[in-house]
């Protein structure tokens, strides 16, 4: 097969023996493949694969077809449209996943929106419910509200019936950010409109000191990104006196059976959310996989709003 | 009546008009009343009581028998052996209590015991417990075990089946932590002895980074102290790989139903250790009311472990 391969330093399209699908496991044909801002960590070195999975063939989410069936798999058919958060492989004409990490597509996406779905969506969804218990009627802010796992959170934010608010660097992505259903502030000065009972930290360090202050009591600071830097200040007298929690997550490091969870839980409490219209993936453009290169430049330039997505068959 | 009182950064006795119960609450002849972090920073007027309580008769924690019962009132009889966090007023003759705020004293403690006892016992359940989520077989430091909530976790997370470690700074206490059931090390370089699954921070800031860095997978750090500072550094990105959670929480600013649910839980869950002889309070030294200067002295002179308790009458 040929997929997505990263070498030195740059993402080129190489041929790589076809995956075969182990016990439990699924072989998936893929159609769309969505970039995230890991892939871009892993093209510069930064961010290695989790040992077991591909280590040179980017992509933490992918959807397509079953094609193959490992042994005992029974979830699925052949045929069968699915997609997955992956810890790598997912750019590539063929990728296997376990059966329990697989979600249906829902006949509401696309290729290109199922692509695009698994990693933000399962990231947001887990952060803003199994991480910090987000619930009706709280007021929750979303930093970075234009990026991928921002839109994703502001859509799952709504429809769990929480006020949304979200910072936006980029004027221009502004208007299409409220139509998700938040409030658009800038980032400067982002405290004087809390308190929150629960911050989506997609930022990292620079914010922390301002997000303890913003804090309703009892609120849940979800630390998800740290692109802006790691070493943070924060006061803690200002956080017992709001008898606040920090957490901090990922989702990529995360055994089977914990991504499996997350994975249940999506398709219980956002697939329905996406049947019934109330959520939408936006795609801001699509690579075949030889541009694959050109997908990542577009990914790293910003601009509008929506995934980058490769559709590598 | 008679009470400790506050004044002009001082710890005087002066007569206050009796309390009165109000609906639901009741009247407690106070026999016991242990001394408290807070008590000493109320003292130099840095921490204020909250709304409601006694402003200026400082005690966070008593003990002693019922005499009279608000409206209402309906838990205990008079006569009743009970012990309270309070929001403040405890080291006074007599003191009013919600009777959901209150506990029966366990027949195994006696009235300094009880009076040192909700307090600590109360803070270092809610913590450890409630907060942290520890759970059998876990690993457990306690920052400060030779202190007062020190040696409440030490006991209760022996007690849960926890694996407890503690920090001790004075040699002269460390054989009597150890009694309690901790294997106890040096505060400086902790983090060698990790990794925990839950650390209880008494300390404050400057134990944070280093926190972080000792914690296991998905572990947590309840900080509940900041003694030593508020000011705290620390890396988000040790904490995310981690999947590490920062939870600060205080007692004493929390609305009657929380404190209520906690003395909940301390009675359903503490208590039988207590009357099992499994948990013991350990007192250090008791003053009668007359001498609460010296008793408050005596607090902050450290030296022995264990608590410093008042005896009103």
Avoid at 105 to 116: H, I, K, M, R
Avoid at 137 to 162: C, D, K, M, N, Y
Avoid at 223 to 237: F, H, R, T
Wanted: hydrophobic share 45%; proline share 6%; charged share 20%.
């Amino acid at each position: 097969m040929r997929a997505a391969t990263i070498s030195d330093g740059s993402v080129v399209v190489a041929d790589h023996p076809d995956p075969e699908p182990a016990k439990n496991e699924i072989l998936v044909r893929v159609r769309a493949a969505g970039l995230n801002g890991a892939d871009i960590m892993q093209r510069a070195g930064r961010y290695p694969a989790p040992a077991g999975d591909p280590q040179d063939i980017p992509g933490l989410e992918m959807a397509g077809e079953v094609v193959a069936l490992g042994p005992g798999a029974q979830r699925f058919s052949e045929g069968d449209r699915v997609m997955a958060v992956v810890g790598g492989g997912g750019q590539a004409e063929l990728c296997v996943v376990h059966e329990r990490g697989a979600m249906p597509v829902p006949d509401a996406l696309d290729w290109p929106a199922a692509g695009g779905f698994p990693e933000v969506f399962t990231t947001a969804h887990d952060a803003l419910v199994t991480q910090a218990g987000l619930r009706s009627g709280e007021r929750l802010l979303v930093h970075g509200g234009a990026g991928g796992v921002g839109t994703a959170a502001i859509q799952i934010g709504r429809a769990l019936g929480a006020q949304v608010t979200a910072t936006v660097r980029r004027e221009e992505v502004r208007a299409e950010v409220e139509k998700l259903g938040a409030t658009v502030i800038d980032p400067e000065g982002f405290e004087e409109h809390g308190p929150f009972d629960v911050i989506l930290e997609l930022v990292g360090a620079p914010n922390l000191g301002a997000d303890a202050r913003a804090l309703a009591m009892q609120g849940r600071i979800a630390v998800i990104g740290i692109a802006a830097g790691a070493k943070a200040e924060i006061n803690l007298a200002v956080l017992l006196g709001k008898r606040g929690t920090l957490r901090a997550s990922m989702l990529r490091a995360r055994p089977l059976e914990e991504k499996a969870i997350a994975q249940r839980l999506v398709e219980r409490q956002v697939l329905p959310l996406v049947e019934a219209g109330a959520i939408r993936v936006p795609v801001a453009a699509t690579f075949p996989l030889d541009e694959v290169a050109e997908a990542y430049e577009r990914f790293t330039s910003g601009g509008k709003l929506g995934k980058i997505v490769v559709l590598p068959t």
